[in-house]
């Protein structure tokens, strides 16, 4: 008996029960798990968030919408930033006080290309408190993913409370699964076989998450 016929009889073997003609779709699948984990106020939820965010290295900032440009332009100038790829759609006020060279989402730029550049600012799809995680799914604010794994600085800004679920499967029914999902739990970092960590191996070394309050919050 060849391996192919094997595994072949292993699945008629596990389909024994199954009623002819029935589909993937037809047996109902139960959705009973929890959504929601524990009792959190809104408040609470984005404070989770910060300090799983801070726990996995990415640095954490705050502020309001009228002080976003200047938050930003005092982190690329402490980064030593010269030049910033941005996303086509995002907002042109975020980098109004910068004074550093921008450039767009190319889709004829190289990984090499990018890697010359020295930060990338976005926005977020999501972000969840629980894991501490950012979620990019290539919207107007957040570009290909490849502008947020190469440079290795990458400013995410996350507006707070909107975008703010507690757990992955609060964040799930908000993202659309044919989009390119980025899962991102701080900056890009592996281990050895000795445990040593070393960052900036698949992505930013330095990860900056700027949680933005909505409009008279703080």
Not at 117 to 126: E, K, M, P
Not at 161 to 180: F, H, N, T, Y
Not at 200 to 206: A, E, F
Request: net charge negative.
């Amino acid at each position: 008996m060849s391996d192919r016929d094997v595994v072949l009889a292993r699945v008629r073997r596990a389909l024994a029960d199954v009623p002819r003609g029935e589909g993937p779709h037809d047996p109902p699948v139960p959705r009973d798990y929890r959504r929601v984990h524990g009792s959190r106020t809104v408040e609470e939820t984005v404070e989770l968030l910060a300090e799983n965010l801070a726990d996995y290295r990415a640095v954490v900032h705050r502020c309001a919408p009228a002080g976003l440009p200047a938050l930003i332009a005092r982190l690329l100038a402490a980064r030593g930033a010269r030049t910033v790829v941005v996303p086509a759609g995002l907002d042109p006020r975020w980098l109004s006080a910068a004074g550093v060279a921008t450039r767009p989402d190319r889709a004829t730029d190289t990984a090499r290309d990018l890697a010359a550049v020295d930060s990338v600012v976005t926005g977020c799809a999501l972000a969840v408190a629980e894991t501490g995680t950012l979620v990019l799914d290539a919207g107007p604010d957040q570009g290909r993913r490849r502008i947020t794994l190469v440079p290795d600085h990458h400013i995410c800004v996350v507006r707070v409370p909107d975008q703010v679920v507690g757990s992955v499967p609060e964040a799930l029914p908000r993202l659309a699964p044919e989009r390119p999902l980025t899962w991102i739990s701080g900056p890009s970092a592996t281990s050895d076989i000795e445990l040593d960590r070393v960052e900036g191996v698949h992505g930013p070394r330095t990860l900056e998450v700027v949680l933005m309050a909505a409009d008279g919050e703080g």
